[in-house]
């Protein structure tokens, strides 16, 4: 069994096995009538709980629905409604988790809750996002760049905005898939320093974008951020919404990419959302796709 736990600590043929399984599924799912059959089902007799300690709309329902799509069921748990939320330790629930469920999905607040989970629990734990990192996201991305580009080895990905929990997951790829990352943000929303060398810092976001082969963004104020920070954060990041001008000095042909949800005319303006060179929705799609992947590579199914 594996944990999937984040892309760095995920060896690159997986990773490459895993975003080839899910473009795999994908044709076969979508090349099936909507309600015929599916006979691929390796979660069969699986349970699966998934933990919610924050909001979700997308991972929650993805997740959902991959595992019934294989044949398993589900368990999906708030985190005040649990023990864990009242003070009994993640070891013991972990502990406890294990002797009823076959796999452990987790959206938390500290990464030290993932990797307690995974620490003591006896099947695989999955991350679902925490304040520092999002790897289903950045899986579910790269199969979304590969299916409308062909691969991204070598190409260019900029990141206009806060050096945040996604943009972390980004830099990990950018190793194990081997592209050119940018980064273009205010210094005050750098990017953490675990992260130093996998990436490079343009502060000019029309410098930045240049020859992109994909611009990317996300929230200006995350689910961990304090609600405080808002004004301030958005007086530091305003140059650096993603609009028609910005994506204009791109290449041609460049992607533009939102995990979502978005505050639309925000970080990205509606006209680039909805506008030729996004492909957001696909990304949500394809997190369906890409964690029926991760799941099957998580149990050896
Ligand atoms: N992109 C993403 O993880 O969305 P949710 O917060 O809706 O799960
Ligand atoms: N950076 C965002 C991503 C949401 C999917 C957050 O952590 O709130």
């Known amino acids: 069994m594996n944990h999937f736990l984040d892309i760095h600590q995920t060896d690159p043929a997986d990773l490459r096995q895993i975003i080839d399984n899910a473009a795999a599924m994908k044709a076969a799912r979508n090349g099936r009538p909507r309600g015929a059959p599916d006979d691929d089902q390796p979660l069969k007799d699986h349970m699966v709980a998934l933990i919610f300690e924050k909001p979700s709309t997308r991972t929650r329902v993805s997740f959902d629905v991959g595992v019934r799509q294989m044949g398993g069921q589900t368990m999906v748990l708030s985190g005040a409604d649990m023990q864990l939320g009242h003070g009994e330790t993640i070891a013991d629930t972990a502990r406890v988790l ?41 899986m579910a991305d790269i199969q979304t760049f590969e299916e409308h580009r062909g691969p991204i080895k070598g190409r260019k990905v900029v990141w206009s905005g806060d050096g945040n929990n996604v943009f972390a997951s980004f830099a990990h790829a950018a190793k194990q898939f081997d592209f050119d990352l940018v980064f273009t943000g205010p210094e005050p929303l750098d990017p953490e320093r675990a992260l130093d060398g996998l990436y490079t810092t343009e502060r000019d976001p029309q410098k930045a ?24 954060r958005h007086n530091q990041l305003r140059g650096y919404q993603v609009n028609d001008a910005l994506m204009a000095l791109a290449k041609p042909d460049a992607l533009f990419m939102h995990c979502l949800p978005a505050h639309r005319d925000d970080e ?13 929705f696909d990304e949500a799609e394809n997190r369906l796709h890409a964690q029926k992947a991760v799941m099957r590579w998580c149990l050896g199914a």
Not at 99 to 124: G, H, K, W
Not at 268 to 280: F, L, Q, R
């Open 98 to 138: 294990s002797r009823y469920v076959d796999m452990i999905m987790i959206r938390t607040f500290e990464e030290q809750t993932l990797l307690e989970m995974a620490e003591y629990a006896s099947v695989p734990v999955i991350n679902g996002l925490t304040n520092r990192t999002h790897p289903c996201q950045i």
């Open 209 to 232: 974008v240049e020859g992109a082969d994909l611009v990317v963004t996300d929230t200006w104020v995350s689910m961990h951020d304090p609600q405080s920070a808002r004004e301030r």
């Open 268 to 280: 990205a303006t509606s006209s680039v959302m909805d506008g030729p060179h996004s492909v957001i």
